[in-house]
């Protein structure tokens, strides 16, 4: 980076490097602030605005641009030291920056999210195959209940649904306007009016019977392909 | 009192025929078929499918006998082509409605398989179980666990409900639910409560996991019960049978489109 500059401070008179500067930093300032619009327009309130961002930092630390792109500037800022100039800590910044609000534009919404409430056969929650995120057999039936939330700037949303070799889709209670696709392969729909939670409970039938290895039902956000929940059926 | 269990079959009437059961392999055959139109009930008001046909008749179902032979029981149909709902009447326990469902559906296109479990929108049905007279159990799963809400009505009918949720030994299954005494709380007048409406139960995180209910016409009882989509209904006469369908059809078919 130092180079660079070396570079344009011979190539350019200081005048000239100065009003570039101005633009680079205009640039990067509107870029931001449609970055932010980006992220805070479909979003009706704060509670929601904070939800959604807490979930997309979730999801986009676990992602190899979030590692590369810290590495990176770690290693920048430790080989030129940062805070030399305006010029040299926004370009690293959007080193950072620049990524992640990509990855926020393919990947929005964050704020659809699916949990699993696992219980026992009498109906109490069971505490420790939620936490696993494991479901098992009552009665040849295998009772999953997801509680759905979905921001209020979604106005539709599909959750693809993969279900594992050797049980069926026996039955399945939502609420008016969320369905179950014709071929029983996404949950689609938009929530109730005036609320963003409902909770969506599937019941599946043994047939054949799961096997060890394949016994995974996933739900994942259709348009992202983001996986949202996934539960391990016993046999 | 007959006994009708409850499908769902879209487009069914194109594959209906009397030679369906034809194959040697099926163990039902329909033995008549009948058309007529259904009228609403003036007691159902803004019934939505009005002057919709129906396909009732008999069909036949052979049952295997212990020496190898069989003997054959005849039953009840019904289609009500607008609504989609199927209805299957079975004159006594040998024949499993079940395994009607089976053998039809082996024999349809897959298009108009009928679906032996219903799928219903919760707010919709709550709100046909709303229109029950009485309610004998209604076993709801809420975030704070299971529980009959039938209990709770009981429950409400005392003069300080918290404390006979507390002390009285009749409700001691209801304690253990995490948010109950938040539930009997927000009850405005619980001396005032007349049935399952007043309990501001959030239907949209609640699974209905169980209902038995009566409802009565001209003083005949039709009793409901559901659980985990199956439905039946046992009716005293067919006025009454008539009637709750009717009002399923309302609240739930076409209140949860």
Redesign the interface.
């Known amino acids: 980076m130092a180079t660079v500059a070396r570079c344009l401070n011979e190539i350019l008179n200081p005048q000239t490097i100065e009003v570039l500067e101005v633009i680079f930093i205009y640039l990067i300032l509107v870029g931001a602030a449609v970055g932010i619009l980006l992220i805070v327009e479909p979003i009706s309130n704060f509670k929601e605005l904070r939800y959604e961002l807490t979930e997309f930092v979730h999801y986009y630390k676990n992602t190899a641009w979030w590692w590369l792109t810290t590495f990176l500037i770690s290693v920048i800022s430790l080989t030129i030291g940062a805070g030399q100039s305006v010029f040299v800590d926004l370009t690293l910044l959007s080193l950072f920056t620049a990524p992640a609000i990509a990855y926020y534009h393919q990947n929005s919404p964050f704020s659809i999210k699916v949990e699993y409430r696992a219980r026992t056969s009498n109906g109490r929650t069971a505490i420790g195959e939620e936490i696993e995120n494991i479901a098992t057999l009552d009665n040849d039936q295998y009772i999953l209940e997801f509680p759905i939330t979905t921001g209020s700037n979604i106005d539709e949303f599909e959750i693809d649904l993969a279900v594992p070799d050797g049980v069926e889709v026996w039955n399945y209670s939502a609420i008016t306007g969320v369905d179950l696709s014709d071929n029983k392969t996404s949950i689609e729909g938009h929530a109730p009016a005036g609320r963003d939670s409902f909770v969506f409970e599937l019941i599946l039938k043994k047939t054949a019977g799961v096997k060890q290895g394949a016994n995974l039902v996933v739900l994942s956000d259709s348009s992202s392909g983001r996986e949202l929940v996934s539960v391990r059926l016993m046999p | 009192m007959s006994t009708s269990r409850l499908g769902r079959s879209e487009g069914l009437e194109k594959y209906w025929s009397e030679h369906l059961g034809d194959r040697p392999e099926t163990d039902v055959a329909i033995k008549s078929i009948d058309r007529e139109h259904v009228e609403s009930f003036p007691e159902v008001a803004d019934y939505p499918f009005d002057g919709q046909i129906k396909l009732t008749g008999t069909f036949a179902f052979e049952i295997p006998s212990r020496n190898n032979g069989s003997f054959t029981q005849t039953g009840e149909y019904e289609y009500r082509t607008a609504s989609e709902l199927f209805l299957v009447e079975t004159p006594t326990d040998l024949v499993d409605a079940e395994d009607v469902f089976t053998d039809l559906n082996q024999q349809l296109a897959s298009t108009a398989e009928i679906q032996r479990?219903?799928?219903?929108?919760?707010?919709?049905f709550w709100r046909f179980i709303e229109e029950a007279d009485t309610i004998e159990t209604l076993?709801l799963?809420g975030?704070g666990?299971?529980y009959d809400a039938a209990k709770l009505l009981s429950v409400l009918q005392y003069d300080d409900p918290v404390e006979t949720l507390r002390t009285n030994p009749e409700f001691s299954d209801l304690r253990?639910i995490e948010d109950i005494e938040d539930i009997i709380s927000a009850v405005d007048t619980p001396s005032e409560v007349d049935g399952i409406q007043d309990l501001n139960i959030d239907?949209?995180?609640?699974?209905?996991?169980e209902v038995k209910g009566t409802y009565w016409f001209c003083d005949r009882a039709a009793d409901v019960w559901y659980k985990?989509?199956v439905l039946q209904l046992d009716a005293e006469d067919v006025d009454a049978r008539e009637y709750v369908i009717q009002l399923f059809e309302r609240d739930v078919i076409h209140?949860?489109?």
């Open positions: 479990a219903l799928s219903l929108p919760r707010d919709s076993i799963r975030r666990g299971t253990s239907i949209y995180s609640t699974i209905i996991d985990r989509g209140g949860g489109v």
